[in-house]
Structure formats: C-alpha cells, structure tokens
C-alpha cells in the first residue's frame, strides 16, 4: 500500500464508484492429539450476507471504511481497475493468444506487451522483479497498517533438467535470504516447488511407482525413504495402468540430486527461522510431490516447530482420506504435521487427461462437493491443532469458507495467541477477505509471487487460465472496493 495519499481526479472517482468505467512462524505443540472427531457434516454454502451481524468472533465484510483503512484511494482505483480487467473473459483470452501467439517474436512489440502486462497485472498480483522490490512490497504490506504478512513465491515453473533445477534452487536459497532480511513474522514462508528442483518426467516416474507400490504392497522400492501414507484405497491410479520400469541408475542419481537440494533449502529456512510450504501440483506428479515433502517433514518437524508445510487440493475426490491418514501416521511416530489446505489449481487439465484415458475425473463432480471437502478438511485439522500437534493454512478466497474456519476457530479457542493457524490468499486477489480475518483477529498472509516479469509471464498466464472462475468471481471484492470508493467520495465532496 503506497504510504502517500494521492487523491484521483473526482471525476475518475465517480466513474470508477458507478461501475461505468470497468463495469513468526508458526509453532505447534508436542501435547497428544486430540480425539475430537471429524465433523462431516454437509454445509450448503448460503449467499454471502454482508449484512449478518457480527461479534468479535465473525468475519465483518460490511465495514468498508475499516477493511480498507490501510489501503490509499489511489490503490483502491488501480486495483478495482486491475480486477475489472482480469475478469473480463474475452480481454484475459485475447491477452493469453497474443502472449502464447507468434507476434511475441516481433522486435519491439514483445517489450510493448511486457511493458502493458508490467504496470496492470504484474504490478497487482506480483510482489516485485528482484529482492529490493520485493521487499519494499513485503514491508509496506506489513507495517504499511495493512498487517498482513508474505509468503515467498520465487515464480519459476516446471524444470526439464537438473541445470535448471540447480538454477531454481539458487533462486529459491535467495528467496530465503531474502526472507530473513526482512522484518521478524513479515514473511509467514517460503514457498516451493517441487517441479522446479526435480525434473517434471522423474517426478511422474517416481509417482507411478508409488502407484504401482500402493495397488501392489510387495512391489519393491529400495530407494524409498521413510514417509507418510501418500495415496488411498479411491486414489486414482489410471496414470499407471501396467507395472513401471525400476528407476535407472540414472533416475535414481537424479531422485537423489533433487531431493538433496529440496534438503539444501529445508536446512536453509531452518538456520533463517522461516518455514517451508510446498506447493501442491497435477495428480500425475503429487504422489512425488508428497513423497519428497512427507519424508523432508519426518527430517525437519520436531516437536514445537513445523518447518515443512504440505498441501492438500479439497477438490481432489481423495483428500480427505489422504489428509486423515497422513495426519494419523505422522501423528503415531510423533511427527506434527503442517498442511496448507487449498480447493486447487489444476482443474481443467486435470478433467482434460482422465478424459483422455477413458477414466472418471480425480476432481468432486460438483462444486458443492468440493466446498463440502474443504470445510470438512479444515474442520478436522483445526480440531486437531486446538490440542494436539499440527498447524494449518486455510488458502482459499472463499468468504463461506473462511467465516466458517473463523468461528470453529474461535469455539475452539484458536485465535491470535495461537499461531497454528494461518489463513493466506493470492497477493491482489480478496484483499477484503484478508482484511476482514485480520480484524477478527487472525493471523493472514498474502502468496507472493515475484521475479522478472518473463518468468513470473507463465506463472500469470496460468494463473489467468486455470482461474478464470476464480477471477470472475473477485465481483465481491469489485463489490465491496466500490463501496469504499463512494463513501469516500462522499466524504471528499461534502
Ligand atoms: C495462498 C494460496 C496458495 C495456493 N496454493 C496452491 C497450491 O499449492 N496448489 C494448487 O493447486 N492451488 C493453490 N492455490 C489455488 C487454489 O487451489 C484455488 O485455485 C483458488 O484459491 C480458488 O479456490 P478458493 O478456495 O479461493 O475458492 P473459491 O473462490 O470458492 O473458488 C472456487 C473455484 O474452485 C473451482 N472448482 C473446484 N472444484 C470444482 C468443481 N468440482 N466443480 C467446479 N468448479 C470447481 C472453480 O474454478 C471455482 O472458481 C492457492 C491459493 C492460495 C490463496
């Protein structure tokens, strides 16, 4: 949030309010788990009322003047501007056929683009191009009044090879630097992934092994680590319908490679005091994906410190189930687990594959059913975490979903004093929801995204292509910064 109030043209202002224009790281405890069981109860997600009263326990959305008081006008006006555009279907299609489009060739029109693509939804969803920025963002963020707090998101993609594997690691050890550079409990964590410090192919062979193990318990893995439950019996095993080749030795040299630099960057963020959360990817590579993370958490969590995070998608048919028997087992060898709980990016090339092969989607048939997975999962893990180990993330933009994360949190006891629990959305995206769980009292971090806008360019567009719902549905955010724009302009004119 920019520190000096800049005041728009009153004019702008009035279009903007009409819609004319655009239309400290968490700890856990090592105290036994609680037996509290698992709520699964079926929560129809009713019409947000922003009207609902509120207590010190809710989530208050209605209050715009406090929600955005630590945000300028000027901000307000380029980020309703930003989210209007984002969210126009045809505008985001275009955008995405001439990124993706052989005119990005063409000497000067590419910079012309980039130049565009920099000042508009680079600058409102990304953190910034290098550590100084970055942190400028991150502290303003912070102690700007806003707050909030940073996860670290060094934008890099998949890897081919363990060149650019060594490269994202060096990027990923300079986001810790950089994390420890800034201000105590302003940077929440570091995030990764895995794909970018272990070559996509390997990572899929790995996972069909770990397939193949889970449908045939006798199938030997002599390179396998001591980890948690990675799979279920209704996990979807159609990526690997015959028995895989053994790694080569080549295969398993690299296995070792990538897993040594995840552990380079774990001994990193442990020196630095900053935990690690790893992002979660497509099914084809997840089982590899939670693999390395299990087996790093069994190495690194120990008792009141939880410095390896991982991440369920709730719109996974098999979440649940997977998240319940991780946490079990981890909880049985004594390890605390920490779980960012997100619905999931990947929906569309997820249905395209199983359809491809003839299989049933690994994704819930409806929408309910995937909110359904993601209260019920955060309901278990915040049960667990009030008096037992673990510690949790509710990722989500999603204002049911948080309201009722808030109150389950507050019944339980679970509040500011404790820091197991975290609730974090996308760095431009639901800035009111972050707003409104800070003043109920939580902890909120903003996912942070930065790096020179060509790399963070594929993190945008398929940020841009798989979230199309998700950035149509900034309406209420739309909503509710309007509201605060004509209040404001209503005070400036009278
Ligand atoms: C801090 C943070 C970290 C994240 N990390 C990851 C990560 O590591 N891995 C990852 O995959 N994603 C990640 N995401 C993205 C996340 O998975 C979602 O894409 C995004 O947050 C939208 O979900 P929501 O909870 O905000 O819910 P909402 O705003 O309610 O959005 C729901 C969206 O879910 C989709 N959807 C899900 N299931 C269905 C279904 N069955 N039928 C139809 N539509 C469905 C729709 O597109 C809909 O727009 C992260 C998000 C945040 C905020």
Redesign the pocket.
Known sequence: MAARVVSPSKKLLKSLCNGKFFSTRPLNTSSPSSSISINLTTEKQPPIDLHRPTNTASLDLHDVEKLFSSVTTTKLLRASANLQMAAMGPMVDFGMWVMNSKLMDIEGFKEIVLGFVKHTFYEHFCAGEDALATGDTVRRLHNGGAGLRA?LDYAVEYAGDNQSCDRNLEAFLRTVEIAKSLPPSSVSFVIVKISAICPLKLLERVSDLLRWQHKNPSFNLAWKMDTLPILSDISPTYHTLKEPEPLTLEEEHDLQLGHQRLLKICQNCLVSNVPLTI???HTSVQPAIDYLTYSSAIMYNKDDNILVYG?I?A?LKDAKERLLRAYQAADEMGVPVGI?L??????SSERKLASSLGFESP?????Q??HTC?NNCASFMLNKIANGPGALVL????TE?GRIAVGQAHDLGIGKVNQKLEF???YGMSDALSFGLRNAGFQVSK?MPFGPVEIVMSYLLRRAEE?R??LS?STLDRQLMRNELKRRLKGAIF
Do not use: F, P
Not at 363 to 367: A, F, G, L, V, Y
Not at 395 to 398: I, K, S, V
């Open positions: 996860m992002d979660a990817e991440t998608q719109y960012k997100v619905r999931g990016a990947y929906m994704i819930h048939n409806s929408i059913e995937t993601y990722a989500t933009h999603n979903s974090a959305q996308l996912y979230n719902g998700l549905t």
